[in-house]
């Protein structure tokens, strides 16, 4: 299926609360060990990947900069939601506790308002690297809020088996495939053995993770969720 996830779990929102011009200027020989804390998702693998991220900055940052950085790592809530809600009242509350937050893109419009911009951290031929559709995602009102870290997609997984037995070896490359087809095996397969078979399954629980599925049914069809150029507003 070539409907992707754009970063629906994964943007790390770089340097708020004055951590820009921390990590952008050149330290001064005698300048302090610099301390900052970060947020990471404790989802899967992604608190390993957080922290082997930060143990490989922490050594560019001595190697390029001669100075020592101490990163306390924080985990957030396992739930999208609960996460997002965490991180939002952190910044209104302009708490001091945390420096560095791994967000997710869908966050980039509600939490702007609150983070300071990227821009000289990450000049024009640094944005030009990443994919535009990312780079885009994090520009609010003409400023970067957020540089990703990694991209996540979804994969659709099918039964091979299933597909053989009812003669329909093709793996579906449309919804309009997918959508009779599904059908189609679920009630064969009720009728043939007795049981019902779901001819598609997906993330139905209301949380973040639905809303990516439906804005890949929306895209699929050629529609669209927000006007080009204009970013949501939070509810």
């Not at 945390?98 to 893109?105: A, L």
């Not at 957020?146 to 991209?151: E, G, K, L, R, S």
Request: glycine share 6%; proline share 7%; with cysteine.
């Amino acid at each position: 299926m070539k409907n992707f996830r754009w970063f629906c779990f994964g943007i790390l929102a770089f340097l708020f609360s004055g951590a820009v011009s921390l990590l952008a200027d050149e330290p001064p020989a005698s300048a302090p060990k610099i301390s900052l804390k970060m947020t990471c998702r404790a989802k899967g693998q992604e608190l390993e990947l957080c922290k082997k991220a930060v143990e490989d900055w922490k050594k560019h940052w001595k190697e390029t900069k001669g100075q020592d950085c101490d990163v306390e790592v924080i985990s957030l809530p396992p739930n999208s939601s609960d996460a997002r809600t965490f991180t939002l009242q952190l910044l209104m509350g302009q708490s001091g506790d945390i420096d560095v937050c791994q967000v997710d893109m869908l966050w980039s419009a509600f939490l702007a308002p609150y983070v300071a911009p990227l821009d000289e951290a990450f000049p024009h031929e640094v944005q030009e690297t990443y994919f535009p559709i990312a780079i885009q995602n994090n520009v609010i009102e003409g400023k970067l809020v957020a540089i990703p870290w990694y991209v996540d997609v979804d994969i659709l997984f099918y039964r091979k088996d299933v597909l053989n037995i009812y003669g329909r070896p093709y793996v579906p490359q449309s919804w309009q495939y997918l959508i009779p087809h599904a059908k189609s095996l679920s009630s064969e397969r009720e009728r043939n053995f007795g049981d019902k078979i779901l001819g598609y399954v997906f993330r139905g629980k209301s949380y973040e993770g639905l809303m990516c599925h439906v804005v890949e049914w929306i895209e699929a069809f050629g529609g669209h969720l927000f006007t080009p150029g204009t970013p949501p507003q939070q509810s």
